[in-house]
């Protein structure tokens, strides 16, 4: 068994642009792909389901069982369309993440997608009261190209390394010719405890570029909403951390995408 | 190598249910599953072997020595036929467990196959006096179809998570439209203790599930004397569950299948 | 890359006995194979080589680098011909070990082998002053066969598993349609430590099945001579256990052939 | 995703010689092979990339992510050209490195290579005043080839086994043809500090076999233009080395390439 894209609606996409926010550190980038997706109606249109994930099922409503999977939504918009990529997990295997990451770049290119934006927190390990966005590109004209926007790329902040999808998108991205930005909202970091914070922030900057309007005054609620499945996102995501080599987790490496 | 099913005899099976039960916690599905095997003459007409197993052969009577496997038999009835499904061991491996499921649904498929019900047990991590059989289902209509049986799907059983064969059947099985039920009979949890009680409540659901009629009151005979194969199949699921990430022994996963 | 058999002389084989000898457990089974190999004047006609093994070379004579790998020797008789394989290492990962055994069924098979021997050690946990032969078998007529020799099949040795190249190549073996027999030198255990006592024994035993006239009385002499290419043996076998899983080394299995 | 070679320059190379010098022990490899891409100006024609690297990039001047790669540079001259591997990171997984170094040696093989020469340290565990080059080869007619240079052959060096890249080109590379040798500069063995004394002494060694004249007072300065992307190899690099079995780094197994 290979990683596998389910598609259940052919869709034409306008130049669109993808933006991924799987489960992570503050589940930063997991929260506000979701709340974009709720909140501008988005329609599921893919599944992605992988052997590198954890071997289980999760039981929604106490006791429907599902497989652990990626979803892809999509937006139609005037100027152009937007696709998310969230879900309940990211590879529990380093070979995984290569793979699962090729697979979405491979679907994305016959989307149509030349730029990328990935979603994250970034963990600094103590609270943090106005969380700023962390940038990073995949190549380096990009800097002028979202150096408008409120985003921090300055040396300040020695990041150093992204690890999982939001890393690995960007760097495989590239090599197909696509524009990646990767946003890291700074967050405490305490892998599981959602920071609504963080991703309020991050959905700021986010709305800009994309160049859809959102209302986020609903955001906290939203959370609240989807608790049960932010609740399970966490333990599995816990089970992938404890999984992780210790040094992923180390000082050294204080961000996971 | 790959993981591979070798067939001893073509069968044509009249609408067929596939029955898993694989060692697991409490053993109590592979204890029930290996009961009505007994108790109903089933005739074995497959095996399955896979690189994802220990690397080890177990000795048959002190010293006749055989690879690792699962079983396949089958019951024919008036009504439908019963397929079980059982062995000595699962999956070492997450992506192992992946490989080998699939491999049992192309299987399954090809036998026309179109539901499936997995056995296992639930770990309390208390004495447990009564046992409750616990459900989950890969599809919200089938709570309906399963409802007139003494089988708890309620809020009060936070189960959360069903990991190996028992969760992944019922997960994989509906990407296949495969209708599927797990049935989880409560027990203590200690890992290498056979715990005949919780699959005996087991088996009295699952026979009126499955419209047979089995005579119960030899199951704890019949327990000991599959007493050698049980140990032999404690020992290597102790060394799985060794194996296994900590995380997927802690508290919150409390069930392995 | 793939586990690969380089084959340096075509041989035709007169119904060949196929005699594995790999580092284990006191060294038993390796150090009786080369024994053979060295008193019969064995001809080198393959090598095995895996991705499977650990990623390093060994340097001969303090500077020359070689990979790691299995060796495969022939000897022809009067009555039936003998390939002996032993070599530097096992896998070190779980899949590696069935996809190596493979290789060399396969391998085997090419070359006519209908009978496997496969020698290793039998770890007691105490000294031994007169070490038995504790045999297994893969079909249960072959007990018959070897009956007549000096070889322990008794209950009274509860070996319950082997695990590696001595146990999987009499379960795949089977598969293949061929008759397998382990002989198992009772030693102390001690990973690192080379038994000449119980492989004398082994010596004893295999010769007179494999109808062969050996001198005996050299082998601490050869072994004496093997000395830098058993250490280096030995320090590899020392990492291949420190990798397996700790169960693999617990007291229930006390076997690694 | 395989490991996979992205050629972004044909090139038509005479009779060339691959030197590697991938991160490992003291960085003494990467190093040299660093300044020798420097002072000779080479050029870079092609990127290797892998699933068995950490799933992670880089950020190149605070922002600018990329993937981890190993990298091919090459330099003409008027006798034989020369083509340097060099690179942020080894294979994580022990199949990874035997998958790398086979696509490495296929595209070598594809250029013409017949000789390769691999860069390490090895690891003293002391203060080393007088940094010796130790030497190994891949066929006992090359000790004679390379005698007459300051190479340590001798049997006062029980190195044992190279691990990693350095060893297995110059084991695989046999399998090929292709002739190999090994120089490992003596280091303490801290794995995280670069040694800039070994890698002027390998160098001294490295440059008169391949006969080309490069100036070394500034190697010390180089290594300090290089800190940037040192101090990530070398996080990099300690990350491969926990992830890494700790017999790997036991009193036994001095030597990482």
Chains 1, 2, 3, 4 share one sequence.
Do not use: W
């Not at 974009?36 to 099922?57: D, R």
């Not at 700074?186 to 859809?212: F, N, R, S």
């Amino acid at each position: 068994m290979q990683t596998e894209i389910k598609v259940s609606e052919k869709v034409k996409l306008k130049n669109p642009v993808l933006v991924e926010g799987l489960p992570g550190i503050g589940n930063v980038g997991r929260v506000a792909a979701g709340y974009l997706v709720s909140e501008l109606k988005m329609k599921k249109f893919a599944e992605l389901y992988s052997p590198h994930f954890l071997p289980l099922v999760i039981l929604h409503d106490s006791s429907v069982a599902q497989l652990l999977k990626c979803e892809f939504y999509y937006y139609k918009s005037k100027t152009r369309d937007i696709v998310i990529l969230t879900g309940d997990t990211q590879s529990i295997s380093p070979e995984g993440h290569y793979e699962v990451c090729e697979k979405i770049l491979d679907f994305a290119e016959k989307l149509g997608v030349k730029e990328i934006i990935t979603l994250g927190g970034f963990a600094e390990g103590k609270e943090i009261k106005e969380p700023r966005i962390i940038g990073a590109v995949n190549d380096k004209p990009l800097l002028k190209k979202y150096g408008g926007h409120d985003i921090d790329f300055g040396k300040e902040h020695p990041v150093g390394t992204i690890v999982g999808a939001s890393g690995l998108l960007l760097g495989m991205g590239r090599l197909k010719g696509m524009d990646g930005l990767c946003l890291m909202g700074e967050t405490y970091g305490v892998p599981v405890m959602t920071d609504p914070k963080a991703a309020d922030q991050l959905l700021h900057v986010l709305t800009k570029i994309l160049g859809v309007k959102v209302d986020l005054s609903k955001l906290e609620k939203i959370i609240k909403e989807m608790e049960e499945k932010i609740q399970q996102t966490e333990k599995i995501h816990k089970k992938i951390l404890e999984e992780l080599p210790k040094q992923q987790k180390g000082e050294d490496v204080r961000y996971i995408g």
